[in-house]
């Protein structure tokens, strides 16, 4: 079968680090995506890896282990405006892009 | 502007009633999808094209028709909607199906009474 885990919310305070997990069991692998979605807007992109390792882009970083299936997205100093769901995709050898249920991170003053 | 419209953007509709949504690109893409969204399952793909008169099943296809008659359109079409169909639908799209990033629509909630 295929899955994507994710924890469904979380909470950090304003200029803080928060990392969210992804763990995935997938029939193929074709890369990893996080995308950001505020309520009731459409996913943007955020970031791609399909190569093991960090992937750095300003305050977010994204980092894949295929071995293990698992990728976390980072996010430093945190700002009100990070309060949104991100959501982490794979994408399988076919082009289906098969998402996880998304993480609700709520940012704190 | 590069982007990915649909339309319509909000749509009540009642049991049975045939109704179709558009979707439209301007940048080129092969590649394009249709997805649902719903509150605890996230984004599950219902159909995907790679090309003009190539489409395929995603993970959720019942009750959903598609078509791909040109690279720019990728129309979703509800025969017969059903009140399990109520939902929010994005439409995305990608230069091609592997490395490239898909740029989604604005979204079409969609409630079938």
């Known amino acids: 079968g295929q899955n994507i885990d994710q924890p469904t919310e979380m909470t950090a305070t304003e200029g803080a680090i928060v990392q969210i997990n992804c763990t995935y069991q997938t029939s193929g692998f074709n890369g990893l995506f996080w995308y950001q979605q505020h309520a009731g807007e459409a996913p943007t992109f955020l970031s791609y890896n399909v190569l093991d390792g960090l992937e750095e882009k300003g305050r977010f970083s994204s980092f894949l282990s295929r071995s293990k299936g698992y990728s976390y997205l980072l996010l430093k100093e945190l700002q009100m405006k990070d309060s949104a769901s991100y959501l982490c995709?794979?994408?399988?050898?076919?082009?289906?892009?098969?998402f996880g249920q998304g993480t609700t991170l709520q940012v704190k003053p | 502007e590069a982007q990915v419209t649909q339309n319509p953007r909000y749509l009540i509709t009642v049991t049975g009633k045939k109704l179709t949504v558009t979707c439209s690109q301007n940048?080129?893409?092969?590649?394009m999808s249709w997805y649902r969204q719903d509150p605890g399952l996230g984004l599950r793909q219902i159909y995907y094209?790679?090309?003009?008169?190539?489409?395929d099943k995603g993970d959720v296809p019942e009750g959903y028709k598609v078509s791909r008659k040109e690279k720019r359109n990728f129309p979703l079409i509800l025969e017969s909607p059903s009140p399990n169909q109520t939902s929010l639908y994005f439409c995305a799209s990608s230069l091609g199906p592997g490395t490239d990033t898909q740029y989604f629509g604005p979204g079409t909630r969609l409630t079938v009474l």
């Open positions: 995709a794979v994408r399988s050898d076919t082009g289906k892009l098969i």
């Open positions: 094209s790679m090309n003009v008169e190539v489409t």
């Open positions: 940048m080129n893409h092969e590649y």
